[in-house]
Nanobody
Framework: QVQLVESGGGLVQAGGSLRLSCAAS????????MGWFRQAPGKEREFVVA????????YYADSVKGRFTVSRDNAKNTVYLQMNSLKPEDTAAYYC???????????????????WGQGTQVTVSS
């Protein structure tokens, strides 16, 4: 019912910047919350950032706080992840996710989300 497509990944040197985009299509609503997760080889998928589709509330993992910024453009049904001061430790596949209803799991939990994109690879070289 909801399709998510990520873009903007690539190869960047340490200290550089990238901006990821997540475009939603299908039946979407301004009340959907959106999240970004990442997964490195051999690791579990981990929370990066989340934003409520309305209200402006944002949440960040400690590892990216101060370097990454999440924003949204509701007119375009798109969420952005601006990544600055990138580190090699940020190398991972980045996934966009969406959830439409309330849950007790919380937005930092990957099992909270109903829909997932296919991911975009971010590689940070030293």
């Amino acid at each position: 019912q909801v399709q998510l497509v990520e873009s903007g990944g690539g190869l960047v040197q340490a200290g550089g910047s990238l901006r990821l985009s997540c475009a939603a299509s299908g039946r979407t609503f301004s009340s959907y919350a959106m999240g970004w997760f990442r997964q490195a080889p051999g690791k579990e998928r981990e929370f990066v950032v989340a934003i409520r589709w309305s209200g402006g509330s944002t949440y960040y993992a400690d590892s990216v706080k101060g370097r990454f910024t999440v924003s949204r453009d509701n007119a375009k049904n798109t969420v952005y992840l601006q990544m600055n001061s990138l580190k090699p430790e940020d190398t991972a596949a980045y996934y966009c996710a969406a959830v439409s209803g309330p849950s007790g799991l919380g937005l930092r939990n990957k099992y909270e989300y109903d829909y997932w994109g296919q991911g975009t690879q971010v590689t940070v070289s030293s």
